[in-house]
């Protein structure tokens, strides 16, 4: 198969796996087949793309991030999305091509764990936790030290265009995203919007 069959297929794959994250984030709230066909078609992609040559669609660690990046999907039990019984909103923010946040944001409160990533190769990067700080109203109430690190292994990123349609999450005109899709080791889908 060739690199452009392949780029094809990934991408049917990528817009299935969006059509089926759509209408909940959090994977443990999803019934058993659902979460196992996720996990299929994430298995898909991850073996196709494991055949793209290094210096080509398959560096997934070098593309250039920025900005802020919602969370489609996650199948963790300890889900970064809640506060007690309260579900907010999951981000993950970028400073710069190192530094970066993962966010949660309920209302005025916002908790953010500060991080340095590191390329270790085409697929991995190592991840250093640095802060846990959680602000009220824009004004930072706690901040502390942290020391944890992973490995976090990149199973896609690139952009997609889907148009929009009646069967589709996305209505209106074309919309560009940015998709990424990570094993923590816990399977995170993320996006940015173009």
Not at 42 to 57: G, H, L
Not at 107 to 112: D, E, N
Not at 157 to 165: L, M
Request: aromatic share 8%; glycine share 6%.
């Amino acid at each position: 198969m060739s690199t452009t069959d392949q780029s094809t297929s990934v991408d049917s794959l990528i817009t299935k796996l969006l059509e089926l994250t759509k209408d909940e984030t959090d994977g443990t709230k999803l019934p058993r087949d659902h979460r196992e066909e996720i996990q299929s078609i994430v298995q898909q992609i991850e073996d196709q793309t494991k055949e793209f040559p290094p210096d080509s669609a398959g560096d997934f660690t070098s593309f250039p991030l920025e900005g802020e990046h919602r969370l489609i999907y996650i199948d963790s039990k300890r889900t970064p999305q809640y506060l007690g019984p309260f579900k907010g909103t999951t981000t993950q923010y970028f400073i710069d091509e190192e530094n970066f946040q993962n966010r949660l944001t309920l209302g005025p409160l916002q908790i953010a764990l500060s991080a340095k990533r590191k390329v270790m190769d085409s697929k991995r990067m190592k991840i250093s936790f640095q802060s846990f700080g959680v602000n009220l109203f824009g004004n930072e109430v706690v901040k502390k030290e942290t020391k944890q690190q992973g490995v976090w292994k990149m199973v896609y990123v690139g952009n997609i265009t889907r148009s929009g349609d009646e069967n589709s999450m996305i209505a209106g005109n074309e919309k560009r995203m940015l998709i990424r899709i990570m094993r923590t080791p816990s399977l995170y889908i993320l996006a940015k919007d173009f």
